[in-house]
């Protein structure tokens, strides 16, 4: 069982990445007050650090019972949107001769809105909390590294699997990262993401298979797991 211990700097920003762990007092502050003092003010101060803290930990165990069918020992894992790192967390506790790649964002946009983004420019993220979190946890240097993607420079390696949950094709286009993954992964490698439009994604590949549906969403998405890109 993952038991994620964060200090107040991560639990705002868990909460900015997950709004569905916010209760009702904060989603109330956030309808009457709008999402730029959400941001910047209640989300800070009017906050339960160890409530959150119990909540990240049960979502993100929960979230990798989904993907836990794919995952292997030894396995390079790309993770593109992973927020604070709570799923590799558990994931690098599991199988810890796995090697993970994280590709985020260093910034946190004044006012965010959760919605679809064409250029990918939104972000919510700070990668030393990030860094922080992972190495509080006991993972070793040697099993993960951290890209920010704004910077370029990506890595060159042949992933076996890309995990991008609530991100990639949720918040912004697939094609943003497409030309990259066909460069860096190959017909074994399996990508795994959120999307509403699943029956696209089969132009795509060659074999996609839904993982998991989300009705109680506003997107009304689907997690799909992707190999060999046509």
């Known amino acids: 069982m993952l038991n994620l211990k964060l200090n107040r700097k991560m639990a705002q920003l868990v909460l900015l990445q997950r709004i569905e762990l916010a209760n009702p007092l904060l989603i109330k502050l956030r309808k009457i007050f709008g999402r730029h003092l959400f941001s910047k003010i209640f989300s800070k101060y009017f906050i339960n650090v160890k409530e959150l803290s119990k909540?990240?930990?049960?979502?993100?165990?929960?979230?990798?019972?989904?993907?836990?069918?794919?995952?292997?020992?030894?396995?390079?894992?790309?993770?593109?949107?992973?927020?604070?790192?709570?799923?590799?967390?558990?994931?690098?506790?599991?199988?810890n001769e796995t090697d993970i790649t994280f590709f985020e964002k260093n910034y946190i946009s004044s006012k965010i809105k959760y919605g679809w983004d064409n250029e990918n420019k939104e972000g919510y993220n700070d990668l030393s909390l990030l860094e922080n979190l992972?190495?509080?946890?006991?993972?070793?240097?040697?099993?993960?590294?951290?890209?920010?993607?704004?910077?370029?420079?990506?890595?060159?390696?042949?992933?076996?699997?890309?995990?991008?949950?609530?991100?990639?094709?949720?918040?912004?286009?697939?094609?943003?990262?497409?030309?990259?993954?066909?460069?860096?992964?190959?017909?074994?490698?399996?990508?795994?993401?959120?999307?509403?439009?699943?029956?696209?994604?089969?132009?795509?590949?060659?074999?996609?298979?839904?993982?998991?549906?989300?009705?109680?969403?506003?997107?009304?998405?689907?997690?799909?797991?992707?190999?060999?890109f046509k």
Do not use: W
């Not at 930990?57 to 790309?78: N, V, Y």
């Not at 991008?164 to 399996?190: A, Q, R």
């Open 55 to 95: 909540k990240y930990s049960a979502h993100m165990e929960k979230e990798l019972l989904t993907i836990l069918p794919f995952l292997r020992q030894g396995q390079k894992i790309l993770s593109i949107g992973s927020g604070l790192g709570g799923l590799e967390i558990g994931i690098l506790k599991k199988f």
């Open 134 to 228: 992972i190495t509080m946890n006991e993972i070793s240097s040697n099993q993960f590294s951290i890209f920010d993607t704004d910077k370029g420079n990506l890595p060159v390696k042949k992933y076996n699997l890309v995990i991008s949950l609530y991100s990639l094709d949720y918040h912004y286009d697939f094609n943003i990262y497409l030309e990259y993954l066909k460069k860096n992964t190959d017909e074994n490698s399996i990508i795994i993401f959120d999307t509403i439009r699943y029956e696209y994604f089969k132009k795509i590949f060659n074999q996609v298979k839904i993982i998991k549906v989300d009705e109680n969403t506003v997107h009304k998405s689907k997690r799909i797991a992707c190999r060999a």
